[in-house]
């Protein structure tokens, strides 16, 4: 009877339909990531190298209402609520970051820079805060959002929230995962011709690959034909791994229709702050702004004092070194790089075949030679975190639109490299000793 | 050109002309509050009070991933995401605070009390997020929800997001702002049938009203017999300013509806921290939990760590003392009780109309005979602030229903209490001094 007074709405009903196919899938094997002795390469929170410098001036921020020695008080509203588009520190730390590193910092592209006066930032409770508000501000029912699988799940969640149509460009593991313009006009004939948006992540979660500055032209073209825009989810631009495969950013090649997120969670290692942002169109951010206020309203105000003092640490020491050193890849992704071949080698002599890890925070490789487990890659993670290994990944299955039904892969697995050196060794070690 | 590519949903252009009523307004007056040597009365932000208990752990939480001296490391999650519906620790606090603080705390009070073993807690980025996410778990687009007028401005943005109708059953100023079980029928007639949700507000953002014994069992038996839904906005509830106006709780008197909403903003004085939660039916909460992961994810790690201490701490007392103590209210009441007392005294003697204030972080006044600015709010908050006393405050014209037109009051105002006893007092005289 209790159960019967809180009738969901269709929406609801829809999302937990849903959750019984890859979503219940995704809750099966995270849960068994947190069974005892299990090392955990499912999520991809790292375990180390959380910011010094933000965590420093988020505890000073939050100890600043309070009277010093002399009696006055720094700031009686350091933990109250910030301005609704973010503090004025953080808001000009992400202004600055953005005009002060570009493709061209690297000095090995030939990339049209574009100061486009009309991109402002906003502050948002979290990246998943700022997919959800630019869905918000741009679809309206029955329009069309286009991405390459396999993709970041949380792109279909927002699709479905606005009640708009996921498009998906299928990359081909065999083929480096690379796109092309062919690809993406093939995706918009089989569209409705409505895609108002195109998510374009790089480096990519899950695939590891990163964009080159020919992919990044052939969005550009095809936006440009097709009046879309560009939302560009570069989250983890400072962990490239190859010098001839630095990140390239898409608002370089596309300045007048992108608008770019990014994370403390990924560029400082702290996912747990929730402070995320968002950089372009003064229009669409006022946009955005307004969901934003109807979602969590404002985003931590302590949290994003430590956030701008690491992002300004960024320009800064690129500053004192008078500009002669590239703000990427940074310290971590050397780290990253490391993981990533320690992981593939022991996955490689396990059986696996491992796809080239070019950037970002994991590693993809195909169980379809496995035969105890048929080449699947549910099974497959299934029976490592269970039996022998005891090491979690997670299959790529929740990574594909579930309306392609069986031309999705079932062979394919994420192993999240962002962990300490230690934790990635022990799982490399078991893997090895216990191949399934 | 750069503008025309990103063309708006039809949703986030209906907020654009939202915003050219209420919301322009309440912008130009907030924008009032930031002028120099202006008192900012507007903004319910707690200027002093913020939990010391709160603050200390979560800074130690902060530190917690780093080496101690023996070389360990407490905990290598600290700043990384917490599981999405909430940390353990905060999830067991809130589920304690309630369980173990109830209506009949006080001792006078003869509600029904119900342990609902069906409900359970979600920590949600702030009361805001709470409720989006109610509201997109329960209502579907061309439902209605219900509230009284005035009302939190949110409730109408949250519907409007929603697609659905904000029903209000209008409070009347000179009766006190007080509920009867034929207002709520009269609102219902008036309606297409389609209430799914009544959002119920006390202490009473703006008026300041506690509601009585009488009015729960009025709402209790409206919901009961057309089956709609209570939300419970109890998020000022340790602040109520008269013994013989204790906040009772909705859901113990309409336990199998009711789903309640908290937040350390108000709670623990951290509005900048983004801590909310939710207590009430299992099968609801989780549907919230799916809406809260497509929207923010998960909260603040380190700053649910504080939270989690500073809500034991409510209950650790009480158990100290026996339960001899009520929880509520709490030390802070006491001081915005004098704050009500000695800024109405301000205000009448000024010439305007004040209304009894029993809780809550607001005192609501009438500007009716004030013959400068013709009785108009708008006309007197403009005025306050920028000549003579520099007091913000705010008009209650974006707290009603603007399809209401006409019929909404023009006169009364919000005045903030929630401030510093200095703060009042020079509101206060100047208030006195500057009569308008």
Redesign the interface.
């Known amino acids: 009877?209790?159960?019967d007074?809180?009738?969901?709405?269709?929406?609801?009903l829809k999302?937990?339909t849903q959750?019984k196919g890859p979503g219940l899938l995704w809750n099966e094997i995270t849960a068994l990531s947190r069974e005892p002795g299990v090392i955990d390469l499912g999520?991809g929170?790292?375990?180390?190298g959380?910011s010094s410098i933000a965590?420093q001036h988020?505890?000073r921020a939050?100890?600043s209402?309070e009277k010093t020695l002399t009696g006055a008080v720094i700031d009686?509203?350091?933990?109250?609520?910030?301005p609704i588009p973010g503090s004025t520190d953080l808001l000009e730390a992400v202004e600055r970051y953005y005009k002060e590193t570009t493709t061209s910092d690297r000095g090995d592209s030939d990339a049209i820079l574009i100061d486009?006066e009309?991109d402002k930032a906003l502050v948002t409770?979290?990246a998943?805060?700022a997919l959800?508000v630019i869905f918000?501000?741009?679809?309206?029912r029955g329009?069309e959002v286009m991405t390459c699988s396999p993709f970041f799940p949380?792109y279909l969640?927002?699709a479905t929230?606005?009640e708009s149509t996921l498009i998906d460009v299928p990359l081909v593991a065999e083929d480096g995962f690379v796109l092309t313009e062919e690809m993406l006009d093939l995706a918009w004939e089989k569209s409705e011709k409505k895609v108002?948006i195109f998510v374009h992540c790089s480096p990519h979660n899950p695939t590891g690959h990163v964009s080159s500055e020919a992919e990044l032209k052939a969005i550009a073209n095809f936006c440009r034909r097709n009046?879309v825009?560009a939302l560009a989810d570069e989250v983890y631009e400072r962990t490239t791994f190859f010098t001839n495969k630095p990140h390239l950013r898409l608002r370089d090649y596309l300045p007048?229709?992108t608008?770019t997120i990014g994370t403390a969670s990924k560029l400082f290692?702290?996912?747990?702050?929730?402070i995320g942002w968002i950089y372009g169109?003064r229009?669409?951010i006022d946009?955005c702004n307004?969901?934003h206020?109807?979602?969590?309203?404002?985003?931590?105000?302590?949290?994003q004092a430590g956030v701008a003092e690491a992002l300004n640490s960024i320009c800064d020491e690129r500053e004192r070194e008078k500009k002669k050193r590239a703000v990427w890849p940074d310290e971590n992704a050397q780290i990253l790089q490391e993981n990533a071949t320690i992981l593939a080698e022991a996955l490689t002599s396990s059986g696996c075949k491992v796809y080239p890890c070019e950037g970002g925070f994991f590693l993809v490789a195909s169980v379809k030679n496995i035969k105890s487990i048929q080449g699947d890659a549910v099974k497959y993670c299934k029976k490592l975190a269970r039996e022998g290994a005891l090491v979690s990944a997670v299959p790529l299955t929740p990574f594909y639109n579930p309306d392609n039904g069986d031309s999705n892969p079932t062979d394919l697995v994420r192993f999240a490299i962002c962990k300490?050196r230690e934790t990635i060794l022990e799982a490399a070690r078991r893997i090895k000793e216990f191949p399934l």
């Not at 009686?76 to 910030?82: G, L, V």
């Open positions: 009877m209790f159960v007074c809180f009738e969901l709405s269709k929406l609801a999302f937990q959750n999520q929170y790292p375990d180390f959380a965590k988020a505890k939050i100890s209402d009686p509203r350091a933990n109250q609520y910030a486009c009309r409770t979290s998943t805060e959800y918000r501000a741009l679809l309206d329009d949380w969640a927002h929230v606005t108002k009046n825009v007048e229709r608008v290692n702290l996912s747990g702050w929730r169109n229009k669409l946009s307004t969901f206020s109807y979602a969590s309203f404002s985003s931590p105000t302590p949290l300490r």
